[in-house]
């Protein structure tokens, strides 16, 4: 797959909530951002979801930079992720962390209007964002001059001066910290290569130990025991996923599962907060094909359920927070032919079972195209 006509996410997430949402009862209620930019500035806006369902809009919000803009697939992509009360988000065009802070009693985004250079030298589609589970750094997957960099984040949410952690053979695509905090998985999509980076205790990358995938390597979740990698690849055969066993920071020999189940060119994916349940969102199908994860990191297909617009799904576009874990929330493009951008919100249930909320898709006002990354916070 051309990785110039591909807009490429990676999704992760940081949540807080209250004692009885960490009951696992639901929560009170989540907030849903996407960063939606294709035309014009690059926007921030989402969705405050609960109690009973109910829902507000929130936003749109304006970052710190601007997008590439140009239509459907030319628009320049933006990474969004939160820590506690921080959102961070990268500039198609500028290359600049935009970082918001969020207040969690409404939802709603204040700007913090400093400028962070993310570090990436050659503005291409915008940079990927983890961060590490103490939140105390950041790392960026620079798609423009294919390196690693990082960041200390300040108990203010600041950012610090630009460190460069390592050069990649690739254009970083899926881009997570496991949940210990040990390792960063990369995905590198052209040469069909999933890559864990070692972290150190003060924080910096060591060699990577990387294994050879069938298919292209989208999408990466990883299990909240950071024993388990799971990698979607996009490659128009089905549901397809790659699973890598992860121990001691060294990854295992893939296992492919092509196809788990029906769909078209698997992007997104996502482990379930109790590690019973994958979600995997299917580009051009309108479709979340819906697996049982079994000891071993073994899959077997269950259902599928549709999220709304046939069109791009992106290896962002799909969340839920980890504590406050009562819904999953992806996104879905418009397409040159149809539909309107959104975002689907589903009830998720304790067998994995999503049920969609209303229609299941809610307009986004800002954005004319794609919303590129979904990242969801749990309530105070």
């Known amino acids: 797959m051309n990785i110039a006509t591909k807009i490429l996410l990676a999704a992760a997430l940081a949540v807080m909530a209250s004692g009885a949402a960490m009951a696992g009862n639901g929560p009170s209620y989540i907030c849903a951002y996407v960063n939606d930019n294709v035309d014009g500035p690059n926007l921030v806006e989402g969705y405050k979801v609960g109690p009973s369902n109910a829902t507000a809009h929130v936003g749109p919000y304006a970052t710190n930079g601007n997008g590439l803009g140009g239509g459907f697939i030319a628009g320049g992509l933006g990474a969004t992720r939160a820590r506690e009360g921080d959102l961070y988000v990268t500039d198609g065009a500028s290359e600049n962390i935009t970082h918001f802070i969020i207040n969690r009693a409404d ?14 030298t050659a503005a291409l589609y915008g940079d990927s964002l983890t961060i590490t589970p103490d939140g105390r750094r950041i790392f960026v997957g620079a798609t423009g001059d294919k390196h690693i960099y990082s960041h200390n984040v300040a108990a203010d949410g600041s950012l610090g001066r630009t460190f460069t952690e390592a050069s990649t053979p690739d254009t970083p695509d899926g881009f997570e910290v496991a949940p210990d905090g040990n390792t960063l998985v990369v995905n590198y999509i052209d040469i069909h290569q999933v890559c864990a980076y070692p972290i150190s205790s003060d924080h910096h990358l060591g060699t990577p130990n990387c294994q050879d995938t069938v298919g292209a390597p989208t999408g990466v979740s990883i299990d909240p025991a950071s024993e388990c990698v799971y990698a979607a690849e996009g490659d128009f055969r089905g549901t397809e996923v790659a699973t890598l066993t992860l121990t001691g920071g060294k990854l295992g020999v893939p296992k492919e599962y092509n196809p788990l189940g029906p769909g078209i060119d698997s992007e997104g994916i996502l482990v379930s907060w109790d ?15 819906i697996g049982s994860i079994e000891p071993g990191c073994k899959l077997t297909y269950k259902a599928i359920v549709s999220d709304g617009i046939a069109g791009s799904d992106q290896s962002g576009q799909i ?33 994995g079972a999503l049920a969609p909320i209303g229609s299941g898709q809610f307009p986004l006002m800002g954005g004319v195209d794609t919303p590129l990354t979904v990242v969801v916070v749990g309530s105070e």
Do not use: E
Request: proline share 3%; net charge negative.
């Open 319 to 351: 969340a839920q927070a980890q504590i406050v874990h009562g819904y999953v929330v992806t996104g879905d493009a418009r397409t040159n032919f149809q539909g309107a951008p959104s975002i689907g919100i589903f009830q998720a249930h304790a067998n």
């Open 107 to 120: 939802c709603t985004l204040t700007l913090d209007t400093t400028l962070y250079p993310s570090g990436d």
């Open 275 to 289: 590690n019973s349940a994958i979600y995997i969102s299917n580009s051009y199908s309108a479709q979340v094909t």
